[in-house]
């Protein structure tokens, strides 16, 4: 079993940046593979950036490439999300998840769930 928390979302104004961060306990993260999603009120929950955890693959939508950039710490079991150059459409409630093995797009496929973080962009 896996327990994920999720921290450091926030409000910001357009253009400028924030930090999340995706704690795991419970075991290792080793094996895994980690996505961040995130659901805006009203809309369905998209993938936003992920990364494989065997092979260090990382994986972006189009939306957020160049702007956003995920990466792990093995040795913190721990995954972050850098967010820059932020914008007014990217106000959602950001999750992070695990599955265990291949990386996947689809947001059914992940096992297990952290509660989620605000994050809130103004224009």
């Known amino acids: 079993q896996v327990q994920l928390g999720e921290s450091g979302g926030g409000m910001v104004q357009a253009g400028g940046s924030l930090r999340l961060s995706c704690a795991a306990s419970?075991?290792?993260?080793?094996?895994?593979?980690m996505g961040w999603f995130r659901q805006a009120p009203g809309k369905e929950r998209e993938f936003v950036a992920g990364?494989?955890?065997?092979?260090?693959?990382?994986y972006y939508a189009d939306s957020v490439k160049g702007r956003f950039t995920t990466s792990g710490d093995n040795a913190k079991n721990l995954v972050s999300l850098q967010m820059n150059s932020l914008k007014p459409e990217d106000t959602a409630v950001y999750y992070c998840?695990?599955?265990?093995?291949?990386?996947?797009?689809?947001?059914?496929?992940?096992?297990?769930w952290g509660q989620g973080t605000q994050v809130t962009v103004s224009s």
């Open positions: 990364v494989s955890w065997s092979d260090g693959w990382r």
């Open positions: 998840a695990a599955k265990m093995g291949r990386f996947s797009r689809s947001d059914s496929a992940y096992d297990y």
């Open positions: 419970g075991r290792t993260l080793s094996g895994y593979s």
